[in-house]
């Protein structure tokens, strides 16, 4: 309603003006400036948008996917948090590109058509310091299942580095869905023989993950006085998700690392709302329903600055919320989204820091939607989802980086995490108790430890009072039932 009343009103303003909007004066700046870096030779995008001849083909289309916002893909609502390079289009904007289809698509004067923007060759941020790349190419059938793999890296240090930027480039756009990248000890690591799994693999425990990249992702550079310590003699732990994109592929990926340039950098922190993206949170989100969510707070025990926010679910994903909650009583959104996009995943940074003390509670709210009419949903008809790492099955969380406003604190915010994921575990298990508060044998190895200090008689099970009491604990730190769940009304 709100974009059908701008685009009235622009129209109105365009007659009274009697003019119609044309593509080099009006419409080339939009798409050259919010478009074209996809939409251009060797990028993402399915087709180029560099002229006016490329735009016009298309122009009831990009008419249509502006105005739904389907694109430029920017998912992340405006709000109470500024993001840096936001490509969100403004409801003039879209007015105007409506106007111009409607009136004809009208080019204007060619010599009034603007430059476009200089995209950088090669790497996007410059040449790095220092490039990691994989020994040599894997193949990606043409059709079959979506693949997931690991691959080891070397890392070309013959020191410890800090690490202010880093730039990823898969070696396959067409394939590649998303990648996580991982420092590890070497020593640790084995591979099967099948390159799918390590005897010592990166978990949600391990907190090391240095790269998140999906399609549409930017190189990920960190505030000035950031960056992350890369260990000489550690490995680079890449774990790939592949599509198979209808043609035999090839990739050979490869990282570009930037050094920091300042002293005595910070290290940051990532918190993570659930941990492990929710392997610990019982998701199941039954069929028929767009109302199943999750929710979990965690309070700040020092003061802290936080710098990005990015979320991640599967193709039934749809809502993202991630509120700070501050001591005062004053609530701030860090991160809404309402439409979420499992083809378009994106780091949000802020253009400032957001300070936040010590008592914040900050709340993450996931929300799925398993209905038939969901268009991304994998399965027809509608079935049960639960966790799990790959595409068509499910997880669910927000993240936020931060670091703290005092050194020294760092290390009491990360044991307060590892507290938390302890918990998660505990919530896990307590939910997925049978009927005589024995643990079941699929989830006894799963927060035992931490359900210890719930069994007060130390019989090995839990009676109906120390099930009681430990929910009350588990509540007041967060956490919902769990397993138990039940969607939202």
């Known amino acids: 309603m709100r974009n059908s009343i701008c685009l009235s009103l622009f129209l109105a303003a365009s007659a009274i003006a009697g003019a119609t909007p044309n593509f080099t004066e009006h419409v ?29 083909k298309r122009g009831p289309f990009i008419a249509a996917v502006t105005q739904s916002r389907f694109m430029p893909p920017w998912h992340a609502s405006p709000g109470e948090v500024e993001f840096e390079g936001s490509r969100r289009l403004t409801d003039e904007q879209i007015a105007t590109i409506q106007a111009w289809v409607e009136g004809g698509m009208p080019e204007g004067d060619p010599a009034n058509t603007p430059a476009l923007p200089k995209f950088a060759k090669g790497w996007q941020g410059g040449e790095p310091d220092a490039v990691v790349e994989m020994t040599e190419s894997f193949r990606v059938p043409p059709d079959g299942p979506d693949l997931y793999r690991y691959f080891v890296l070397d890392l070309p240090l013959d020191e410890d580095k800090w690490v202010s930027a880093i730039e990823f480039q898969p070696g396959s756009r067409a394939t590649s869905h998303h990648v996580l990248g991982f420092l590890m000890d070497g020593d640790d690591l084995e591979a099967d023989s099948t390159g799918k799994k390590y ?53 050979r990926s490869r990282i570009g690392l930037h050094f920091a340039e300042v002293e005595n950098p910070r290290q940051y922190v990532e918190v993570l709302i659930p941990p492990g993206f929710g392997d610990s949170s019982g998701i199941a989100v039954p069929p028929g329903t767009d109302r199943y969510s999750l929710r979990e707070s965690f309070i700040l025990p020092v003061d802290v600055k936080a710098f990005s926010a990015f979320s991640h679910a599967h193709y039934l994903g749809k809502e993202f919320h991630l509120t700070a909650h501050l001591p005062g009583g004053e609530s701030r959104t ?108 699929s989830v006894a190895r799963r927060g035992r430890e931490a359900l210890e200090r719930f069994d007060e008689d130390g019989n090995g099970k839990l009676s109906p009072a120390e099930r009681a009491a430990a929910r009350a604990f588990l509540a007041s730190k967060g956490f919902d039932e769990g397993a138990a769940r039940q969607p939202s009304d």
């Open 28 to 56: 080339a700046p939009i798409v050259f400036n919010n478009c074209a870096s996809c939409h251009r030779a060797g990028e993402a995008g399915p087709f180029t948008l560099t002229s006016y001849r490329d735009v016009a």
């Open 199 to 251: 005897k010592s693999v990166p978990g949600r425990n391990d907190r090391n993950r240095v790269i998140s990249w999906a399609i549409g992702s930017n190189p990920r550079v960190f505030p000035k006085d950031v960056a992350i310590r890369f260990k000489k003699g550690q490995k680079l732990v890449l774990q790939t998700h592949f599509h198979p994109s209808g043609k035999e592929e090839f990739d």
């Open 334 to 441: 860090l991160l809404l989204i309402d439409d979420y996009d499992f083809a378009w995943q994106e780091l949000y940074n802020f253009t400032d820091y957001v300070e936040l003390p010590a008592g914040t509670r900050l709340e993450s709210y996931v929300r799925w939607d398993n209905r038939a009419e969901n268009p991304n949903n994998p399965y027809s008809p509608p079935q049960e989802i639960r966790w799990g790492p790959f595409s068509d099955d499910e997880m669910g969380s927000n993240t936020l980086d931060v670091v703290t406003v005092n050194p020294e604190d760092e290390p009491k915010l990360r044991a307060a995490l590892k507290e938390h994921g302890t918990l998660s575990d505990a919530n896990f298990y307590l939910s997925s108790l049978d009927t005589d508060f024995k643990p079941k044998k």
